[in-house]
């Protein structure tokens, strides 16, 4: 089955301990991307990579690091979290070009509670 | 940067009951535009999505949308809700300029159906 698969589903850690949220896709995606998801804001793009060894900063990149070393895993980095960095997480890719055909597909989403 | 602005936060109807959702956007040039679906504790889904031709689109579940380009708008509707319908809307924008497959969301508005 066509999927992006994020571990984990729900992630309780404490400030300062770095953490990794992993993402993958089995789709050949070139194009992914990690959003946040904030009540009454929407999604906002943290970061996204077009191809391997290739990523650029969204919206809100502050606090978080990524690497795309392979094209099927993305994942996000938090090097020291914060509380403000207590969100919902989501991960998702498409064929590079074919947004048109296809839309983003993402993952079933990672909440995190930092305290 | 270009936004996307979604009015109603929250909208509360009766099963039967007709639905318009308003998404604004501020980008100026040619625009490819969607709607996606978020049901509670769910990953996001398409709903629909507009790239050319016929302003007037039609997606899953009995969903359509109009864009107006006049307006900078993209307002989704559905002429009687359904219970199952309750869930988060989400519009979002994608600048058809060499911007790849970047999506700006708006902040979405929540609807309960009330059966």
């Known amino acids: 089955e066509a999927q992006v698969t994020q571990n984990p589903r729900y992630l309780i850690t404490v400030t300062g301990k770095k953490l990794t949220v992993t993402c993958s896709q089995n789709m050949n995606h070139e194009y992914m991307s990690w959003y946040r998801q904030d009540p009454g804001l929407g999604l906002r793009q943290i970061y996204y990579?077009?191809?391997?060894?290739?990523?650029d900063k969204g919206d809100v990149p502050e606090g978080y690091k990524v690497s795309r070393k392979e094209k099927r895993n993305f994942p996000l980095i938090l090097e020291s979290p914060s509380p403000n960095q207590t969100s919902l997480y989501f991960c998702?890719?498409?064929?590079?070009?074919?947004?048109?055909?296809?839309?983003?597909?993402f993952g079933s989403g990672t909440r995190l509670t930092v305290v | 940067a270009q936004s996307v602005s979604q009015h109603n936060h929250h909208v509360i109807l009766s099963e039967a009951a007709s639905l318009e959702l308003g998404c604004n956007y501020s980008?100026?040039?040619?625009?490819?535009l969607f709607w996606y679906v978020q049901y509670p504790g769910q990953h996001l889904q398409l709903l629909l999505k507009y790239f050319s031709g016929d302003p007037l689109v039609k997606g899953i579940k009995g969903f359509e949308a109009e864009f107006i380009k006049s307006k900078f708008s993209f307002n989704l509707r559905k002429p009687s809700v359904q219970w199952s319908d309750t869930a988060e809307y989400f519009c979002a924008v994608n600048p058809n300029n060499n911007a790849g497959n970047m999506l700006t969301f708006g902040g979405g508005t929540r609807l309960m159906v009330k059966p």
């Open positions: 990579s077009m191809n391997v060894e290739v990523t």
């Open positions: 998702a890719s498409s064929p590079a070009g074919a947004l048109a055909n296809y839309g983003y597909t």
């Open positions: 980008y100026g040039g040619t625009v490819n």
